[in-house]
């Protein structure tokens, strides 16, 4: 099984401030990485799939790059609605596996 | 409009059962994979298991932990999946979310998700 582990756990930062979170799989998954956002009480929402192409109707500030372990989703100017929590998930396998989550804080 | 609408989540005993609907809208349903995913409060997402489409001989998939105690179907003339929980532990104790995997450049990421039913596994 494929292990997604996500780095930070937990990051404040300010609105307009440029942040970066890493996800790393256990094994090559390619490019079949992608991205969600969660807000309390709320269904995730898809920000990026295969590892660097935007959902439609998700902001442009939003982007994500990798290949093979290691990959980035990154937010290039806060917004106060971006505070929430972000999840990796690789879809090259099955069982399907989600990274633990970064929790995006306001500082 | 896709819609992804999940029900039958409530109290449960320690060892009791619970099967949980997903009714799904606008979208062929029949010619989509279903997926189950819960998520304790305040804790992260973990992956149930899956139902493949009627072309790929309806095969499932589940999590190490509640494999030989849920089953996913589906009823395609009802546009709807289940996931029947037996056996229930007060580990199972989360929301569960039905979610649709949908094919973008060679990638199946969940792109529709229901609201999720709250399951309370307690006695």
């Known amino acids: 099984d494929i292990q997604m582990t996500q780095s930070p756990s937990s990051l404040s930062a300010s609105v307009g401030d440029r942040v970066t979170i890493t996800c790393r799989a256990s094994?090559?998954?390619?490019?079949?990485l992608n991205w969600y956002q969660q807000k309390p009480g709320k269904a995730p929402k898809l920000l990026i799939y295969?590892?660097?192409s935007l959902q439609s109707g998700v902001p442009s500030r939003f982007s994500g790059s990798g290949s093979g372990t290691d990959f980035t989703l990154t937010i290039s100017s806060l917004q106060p609605e971006d505070f929430a929590t972000y999840y990796c998930?690789?879809?090259?396998?099955?069982?399907?596996?989600f990274g633990q989550g970064t929790k995006l804080e306001i500082k | 409009e896709v819609q992804l609408v999940e029900s039958g989540g409530g109290l449960v005993q320690p060892g009791g059962s619970l099967k949980l609907s997903c009714a799904a809208s606008g979208f062929t349903f029949s010619g989509s994979a279903m997926h189950w995913v819960r998520q304790a409060s305040g804790k992260g997402l973990e992956w149930v298991g899956r139902?493949?489409?009627?072309?790929?001989?309806?095969?499932?998939a589940y999590a190490a932990s509640v494999k030989g105690r849920f089953t996913i179907s589906r009823d395609d003339s009802k546009n709807t999946a289940y996931l029947q929980m037996n056996s229930l532990k007060t580990e199972d104790t989360a929301v569960y979310y039905c979610?649709?995997?949908?094919?973008?450049?060679?990638?199946?990421?969940?792109?529709?998700w229901g609201q999720g039913t709250l399951v309370t596994v307690s006695s």
């Open positions: 998930q690789q879809s090259y396998s099955t069982p399907r596996s």
């Open positions: 094994q090559s998954i390619s490019s079949y």
């Open positions: 139902i493949r489409s009627k072309a790929n001989s309806y095969a499932t």
């Open positions: 295969a590892a660097s």
């Open positions: 979610t649709r995997p949908y094919f973008y450049s060679g990638s199946y990421p969940f792109d529709y």
